[in-house]
T-cell receptor
Framework: AQSVTQLGSHVSVSEGALVLLRCNYS??????LFWYVQYPNQGLQLLLK??????LVKGINGFEAEFKKSETSFHLTKPSAHMSDAAEYFC??????????????FGQGTILTVHP | SAVISQKPSRDICQRGTSLTIQCQVD?????MFWYRQQPGQSLTLIAT?????????ESGFVIDKFPISRPNLTFSTLTVSNMSPEDSSIYLC????????FGPGTRLLVL
């Protein structure tokens, strides 16, 4: 079975500071990994994805994530936080084959607060 | 990427009634899924909407409570049946191949 753990349900940073949101996964087969962002009263927007190509993945809005197999991690970073980054972020994993192909298992989410 | 729309965007319903949520994708996709997001929680997969066959439900979800239709490769519906206040959630559909794109969600409040 696959699972995702997001360390820290709330993260607070100052505007201009580094953003680091942690995600660790468990999967018995090579996974696909995703980061989504959810703004208040909106659906989920795909930030970036890892699908077994380059381990450093760049996404939208200046975010990037690095797949580290040895650490089973897929942490999300952004060098300089902006007020508009305040939202809830979800890490998700999916199987790459079989009957579970495409199904997403989500972490519990991390609420990012950005202070002026 | 796929653009996904859902109707209704929100609704307030009385207990014991049913609500059907529609999901439309702007292109043909093989995979469509329905998720539930309970208040303050993460997303949980309800079922896979299979085109031309019965939906595949996850543990804890049953067809009588959440019947799903998938008449073609761009459209699906989810019905929340015999609703109770515990069904108050955001219901989201997703679609795509290697990546899943999400609709805006349907915010349901059951009184």
């Amino acid at each position: 079975a696959q699972s995702v753990t997001q360390l820290g349900s709330h993260v607070s940073v100052s505007e201009g500071a580094l953003v680091l949101l942690r995600c660790n996964y468990s999967s018995s087969v090579p996974p696909y990994l995703f980061w989504y962002v959810q703004y208040p009263n909106q659906g989920l927007q795909l930030l970036l994805k890892y699908t077994s190509a380059a381990t450093l993945v760049k996404g939208i809005n200046g975010f990037e994530a690095e797949f580290k197999k040895s650490e089973t991690s897929f942490h999300l970073t952004k060098p300089s936080a902006h007020m508009s980054d305040a939202a809830e972020y979800f890490c998700a994993v999916s199987y790459t084959g079989g009957t579970s192909y495409g199904k997403l298992t989500f972490g519990q989410g991390t609420i990012l607060t950005v202070h002026p | 990427s796929a653009v996904i729309s859902q109707k209704p965007s929100r609704d307030i319903c009385q207990r014991g009634t049913s609500l059907t949520i529609q999901c439309q994708v702007d292109s043909q996709v093989t995979m469509m899924f329905w998720y539930r997001q309970q208040p303050g929680q993460s997303l949980t997969l309800i079922a896979t909407a299979n085109q031309g066959s019965e939906a595949t439900y996850e543990s804890g979800f049953v067809i009588d409570k959440f019947p799903i239709s998938r008449p073609n490769l761009t459209f699906s519906t989810l019905t929340v049946s015999n609703m109770s206040p515990e069904d108050s959630s955001i219901y989201l559909c997703s679609a795509g191949e290697r990546s899943q794109y999400f609709g805006p969600g349907t915010r349901l409040l059951v009184l």
